[in-house]
């Protein structure tokens, strides 16, 4: 069982940021490179002009989707006219309509991305996306094929967009889509996602049942999994929790827990995170046996 630990001590501010720059797996991959790099390459330097929701959840049992975060959405949105991006969900115009619905109830009006004569255009010069959610290997190949994750997370960056995600949108704002709790149900050219924040964070997150008699690895299990193979801290996000990026912080907006290679702790509501931002992660330094003759035994 990990041991508790403080949120300045889940991330390692000291440590020398190249080590971030020699990761083994992904380098050669597409995309690999640039996006990474410029994710993590100077974060106690970097200001954050980024503003961004990112929601565990579009809804909650029993309710309407967005309105558990209804007033930091609007407070996002203020009067501009917001991008979403369906294409986590096979059927687009469903989705569309279903968010739309929800949204103009909150006086926002939308556009989806699938509709525009130039689907990607309309993601790169949009003022405020919402990126929902469904299966996050789906939408980063969406994104991919689109050739947008680069201008987006550059426009996310620089303050010109303002992000809502939901689930899998929330998912891709991390370095890599490794934590998703998704199958892999198609093949994008690369793991590598957004790079929006250089944590990542697993969504929909729920306790181990102590008294369970299921055989199959627990959510704590997988995230430990993912820790033992990368040393990158996990932010796991409660349904009905979600996080905002805002004027330099991040701020918790409902529980979660946060998990990284010395322990994991509880976080409330309010509780600020800010130092997250500012991680160094490294990614695949994991253990893997070495092809040849097996040592001698003595
Ligand atoms: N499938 C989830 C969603 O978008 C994402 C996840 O659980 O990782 O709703």
Request: proline share 7%.
């Amino acid at each position: 069982m990990p041991s508790r630990m403080s949120i300045e001590s889940a991330i390692d501010v000291t440590r020398p940021t190249a080590s971030v720059l020699s990761v083994r797996g992904d380098a050669s991959e597409p995309g690999h490179g640039s996006l990474w790099a410029t994710a993590v390459r100077s974060p106690r330097d970097r200001t954050v002009p980024m503003d961004l929701l990112l929601l565990s959840n579009s809804t909650n049992h029993g309710s309407t989707m967005f309105a558990h975060a209804a007033d930091d959405l609007v407070e996002l949105v203020a009067d501009d006219v917001v991008t979403f991006v369906p294409f986590a969900l096979a059927d687009w115009d469903d989705y569309a309509e279903r968010v739309d619905a929800a949204v103009s109830t909150l006086g926002i009006r939308v556009i989806a991305a699938h509709r525009a004569s130039e689907p990607d255009r309309a993601i790169r010069e949009a003022d405020v996306v919402l990126v929902g959610g469904g299966n996050t290997f789906r939408l980063l190949d969406s994104l991919q094929q689109l050739g947008v994750v680069d201008d987006l997370a550059a426009r996310v960056r620089s303050g010109a967009t303002r992000y809502i995600g939901s689930s899998a949108g929330t998912n891709i704002v991390c370095p890599s889509i490794r934590t998703t709790n998704d199958m892999p149900i198609c093949r994008p050219a690369s793991f590598d996602a957004l790079g929006l924040v250089p944590f990542q964070v697993n969504l929909h997150y729920v306790d181990p049942d102590p008294h369970s008699t299921f055989m199959g690895e627990t959510r704590d299990e997988r995230i430990n999994e993912f820790l033992e193979e990368n040393d990158c801290p996990v932010l796991a996000m409660y349904e009905g929790s979600w996080l905002r990026v805002h004027d330099d912080r991040a701020t918790m907006r409902g529980p979660g827990r946060l998990f990284a290679r010395h322990g994991s702790d509880d976080l409330r509501a309010g509780d600020d995170v800010t130092p997250l931002l500012r991680t160094s992660p490294t990614f695949d330094d994991g253990r893997r046996p070495r092809r040849g003759a097996l040592p001698p035994v003595d």
